[in-house]
Structure formats: structure tokens, C-alpha cells
């Protein structure tokens, strides 16, 4: 997989050096690039925003940089725009971008950006607005991070395990059940007996158990409606 980040705030993007983006590039799965989006300013003080036409608050990213920017690296691509006004970012969205061979992630601060650069991208390649959820963040840059990081982890050939894949939260559906480590009493605290118990079915059933109670209790809106056959264990 290819992809390039556009933003004017290129070191905040470094991470994608580190650790899991890092190790994916050092197994040659993934090719990464950050470019700067003043490199295709023009004017003297690499203007990249003006204020919005009908008034209001705040900056509009201007069009221009952001047309040769996409021009030079995005042709072909499936094109990401990180805004607070996209669809919700989600497992199932990780899943399909990582099918696709070049993404490219379009990080827009202030106001957003000119909507004619959207529409000139979906020309160009498939575009996707995509927000990480219902609150503002400055810039979509940590959006763009967040989103790589879930994508590449499903890239194949990425996880050693493809088991912990299949177990993790959202795979299925559900949010995980806890999960317990040595020692066995802690602080006065023990690990549930089922899991010392070794009986595999017993503990595969009290897994499914504490996923559901656990859904039901922080996310009811992930649940099926009630009175769907889903062989979910009641609660
Ligand atoms: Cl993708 N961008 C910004 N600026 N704020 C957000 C977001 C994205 N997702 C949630 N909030």
C-alpha cells in the first residue's frame, strides 16, 4: 500500500515513522510520504487560507494548493478528507480502505477546505470524507494518524497473529471481554475461576457472556434490536 499525507503541519505526522506505520514500512508493506501543502503555494508568504464567502467565523482553506497538491499525488487514488462532517470512521471503514493500493489523506484545519477541491478529487480518483467522531479536534492530521494506524494493522501480512484480529473488539460486532494475565490474585483481586478452569467451552460461553454485557452496558447502539435471532446470550 502507498500513501501520502497532505497537510500544512508535517512534523505532526512524524509518528508514522514510529512503531506500528514503522514496522509495516520495515516489512515493505507500506510506502509512506508527508508532503507540505505550502510547497504548492505560489505567493510570497505560501498563503493556504482566505476568509469564507457569506461570512462567518473563522478561515477556509483556499482551493488552488490544495488542486496542485492533489494533481501531483493523487491520481488513481482513493483520496480521504479528514473533516468533522464525514461519515463516521469505523471498523468497517478500516477494512475497506486497506483494500485499496494508494490512499491519500487530505488534512484540513481551520474551517475547512473549499468544497470545489472535493469535488475536483472525486475526478481525479474515489473520495472519502471521513470524521473520527462527534467532537472538533483542531486539524484532521490526528485523524489521518488514527486512521492509518487502523488500517495498515489490517494490512496482509501485517499482524503475526491473524487470531487477535478476529477476537478484538468491533470484529464481531461486539465490544471485547476483559482479559486477565498473571498473576492470579492481585491486590486481593482474582482472576474470574472459569479462566483458570481450563474447560474451553465454559470459558468460550463466558467470554461471549461478558462481550455482551459489557456491549449492552457502554454501547446498547451496537446491539441488534430486540427480538432478532442473533444467538447473543441474554442477560
Ligand atoms: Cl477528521 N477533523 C477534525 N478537525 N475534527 C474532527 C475530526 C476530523 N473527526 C472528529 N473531529
Redesign the pocket.
Known sequence: MRIDVVTIFPDYLAPLGLSLPGKARDKGLLDVAVHDLRDWTTDRHHTVDDTPYGGGAGMVMKPEPWGQALDAVAQGATIVF???S?EPFTQQVAQELSGHEHLVFAC?RYEGIDQRVVEHAATQGTVRE????D??????EV?ALAIIEAVVRLLPGFMGNAESLVEESHADGLLEYPVYTKPSSWRGRDVPDVLLSGDHARIAAWRREQAARRTADRRPDLLPPTGAVTGLPDL
Open positions: 479528514t473533516t468533522p464525514g484540513g471521513i470524521s473520527l467522531g467532537y472538533v479536534l483542531n486539524g484532521g485523524a
